[in-house]
């Protein structure tokens, strides 16, 4: 019989397998749906369907960047021992610098092309042949027309790959190498203090209009008169301000200057503009709830009691 895009998309959902594999498999089978699940999983590609349910919050932030462009991803396993697979970060490194070619979508990243198949079955496979639930979580590019975008990764345990991974890009038509120099430490300086925003105006308003009303919930309950509140209100958001905000918060390398004070100093020294226009943090698993279990429950669990 002639097998479908649907029928492939059907099995592909029901198996967790690749789409080439599920066409073979409902080929070798005429079609029949179970009969082709049976063969994937006889040939351990079905594999990773049995895997899908488990949360996979440990892995690896992978970081690749070329000339003035750099793109970030994290793609997550169940272990940190995993995370220590040669197989595992050589994946990750691959799927950054596919990453480089989309939009930083994780849709567009998923389906780019890896070695002759999309990234989404090059991570089926993965699964398949690791034996652990993976999942690429999220993925960002940064560019700069003119300019560069610095790169830092924390916790590296090898080039490009580790805990933390940052990109900083910076506008100007300056010399790239300080450039470069002044971005990773602006890069590091962000790995440290995960700012919200780079600027005011980039802030989420929910999050602005919440502490909002939080700083005048706690003014009037020292019975200041309306006026008075105002004030203290706006002095305690510009304060809130200087702690979320790139641009204003003091610079780890030199707190005596704020990180917009440390580009307008280096745009100083190079006769020319320079401009801080964007930043990337994504952190290991930060948001994940992962589940607890204690030993004695997952022994039970395994052996069916």
């Known amino acids: 019989m002639s097998i479908t895009a649907a029928m492939v998309k059907e099995l592909r959902e029901k198996s967790g397998a690749g789409m080439m594999d599920c066409k073979t498999a409902l080929n070798e089978t005429g079609g029949d749906m179970e009969a082709a699940v049976d063969w994937l999983r006889t040939k351990g590609l079905a594999k990773a369907a049995k895997k ?4 996979a919050a440990e892995g690896l932030i992978g ?25 595992f970060q050589d994946l990750v490194s691959k799927v950054a610098k596919v990453a480089m070619t989309t939009d930083g979508s994780v849709e567009a990243v998923a ?5 002759g198949k999309p990234v989404a079955d090059a991570i089926t496979d993965a699964i398949a042949t690791i034996g652990e639930n993976m999942t690429l979580r999220r993925s960002a590019v940064l560019s700069a027309d ?14 490009g790959l ?7 890009a910076l506008e100007s038509s300056g010399d790239k190498d300080r450039l470069n120099a002044l971005g990773r430490q602006i890069a590091m300086h962000v790995a440290a203090t995960s700012p919200l925003a780079l600027n005011t105006e980039e802030l ?5 209009e919440r502490e909002k009303a939080v700083f005048s919930e706690q003014a009037r309950e020292s019975g200041k008169p309306e006026n008075i509140i105002e004030k ?24 005596d200057q704020t990180v917009e004070q440390a580009v307008e100093a280096l745009a100083k ?6 401009k801080l226009t964007g930043f990337v943090r994504f952190a290991l698993g930060e948001g994940i709830e992962k589940e607890e279990q204690d030993f004695a429950a997952e022994v039970a669990a395994a052996t069916g009691q």
């Not at 970081?63 to 197989?87: M, Q």
């Not at 003119?146 to 790169?151: K, L, R």
């Not at 203290?232 to 707190?255: D, H, S």
């Not at 020294?269 to 320079?274: D, N, Q």
């Open 111 to 115: 389906g780019a092309d890896l070695g």
């Open 204 to 208: 989420d308003q929910a999050v602005v």
């Open 232 to 255: 203290m209100v706006e002095g305690r958001l510009r304060k809130f301000y200087e702690e979320v905000t790139l641009v204003k918060q003091a610079f780890v390398i030199n707190p």
């Open 162 to 168: 580790g805990k933390i991974g940052v990109l900083v």
């Open 269 to 274: 020294e190079l006769g020319t503009e320079v």
């Open 146 to 159: 003119t300019g560069v975008v610095a790169t830092y990764v924390h916790g590296a345990v090898a080039e």
């Open 52 to 55: 899908a349910g488990r949360v």
């Open 63 to 87: 970081v690749a960047t070329e000339g003035s462009k750099a793109a970030v991803i994290e793609l997550n396993s169940e272990t940190d021992f995993v995370a220590r697979n040669d197989g």
